[in-house]
């Protein structure tokens, strides 16, 4: 067994995560923090997360963000003031809370606000369906952010294991 | 006590490579214009500055980062502390001036002018070395200390509301980013910056 999550991670060359704890990402994040490929970094909250992505980053990191997309709510002022005004790339991976099928209350208003969000700081994302599809997925949004020098954003769908028998990549 | 005089003071202390993340307006105008040099971060919005100065600390270990946040700033965001607390990496000098005031924003008192303790808070959130100086001669024993230091340290420093006047830097954010992510090329003898157009990713 292999995390996909992680083997995508670390292939798109990868070496440091800003978290949040995210429900169903909580086991790939603690496989994280023991991975020696990665600096990892559990931030008190998603805005300060993003801060500290931006320093990994203009000290020769690549850094991404994993939290719930709870957490965008919690980064509009931090990716407008540092991401968009100096122009600082950064990759955030997401939980899809909210998506079709879940079934927690609270979590439905994060799930129609997460595109309006995302569009309104004109951040490009996808949504990947399957495991088979990170490594493509993440390389593609980590060259558009180093190269736009601007967020892009990876929602997981809802439920998604990231377990797989194989390594995908 | 004036921030300015402690500007000069940290100025004769750091090395020419140390990088410095600055909190935004009259942080940055006196800090450019008694230590102009690309190892500045210039015009850090409120909340990231010590967020900032972490990451790039905790991505250079053995690079000196020092952080010129202030008391708005960190009383907006005030969780770092806690990450500070937990993390503490050695090479991270965090100084806070307290001047009591959201200045930039009108001159409107901050909590801190009402008993809030930006020190005590730090203590509360795990961070070892913390200390509040009030005189130039307190500013210098506590830098000192600091630079010393093997380990992470916080100084509130007491300031004076009035900015000293000087010439604004004519840089801005985006341009100061790409100086001071040159500064760091430099430094550390490789390329940051289109960095992947060298080897290639999936």
Redesign the interface.
Known sequence: MSNALIEALAATGIDFVAAFPSSSMSETEREIEADPRFECVFASNEGEAVGICGGAWLGGKRPVLLMENSGLSMVVYQIIRLNAAFEVPLLMVMDFRGDLGDGNWWAVPFGWTTAPLLDSMRIPYAIAESPQELPGLIGRLMRTSLHSKYPTALLLRYGMELEVKHASV | MRRFDCLEQLARMISDQALV?CNLQDTTYEWQHIRPSDGN?LR?????V???????????PH?QVIALDGDGSILL?P??M??LG??APKNLFVLVFDNETYNSGGVIPSATAYGTSLEAMARGAGIKHAATVRSLQEFQDAVQAALNSTEMSFVVAKVDRQPVEVPRPRID??E??YR??RF??AL?G?Q?L???EQ?S??
């Open positions: 993340i971060l850090q919005g409120m909340a990231l010590t967020p900032v100065a972490f990451g790039l600390a905790k991505a250079l690079r965001g969780g770092i806690t990450t937990r993390y954010g985006k100061s980013k001071f992510v760091v090329e550390e490789r940051i289109l960095a992947d080897k990713f999936s």
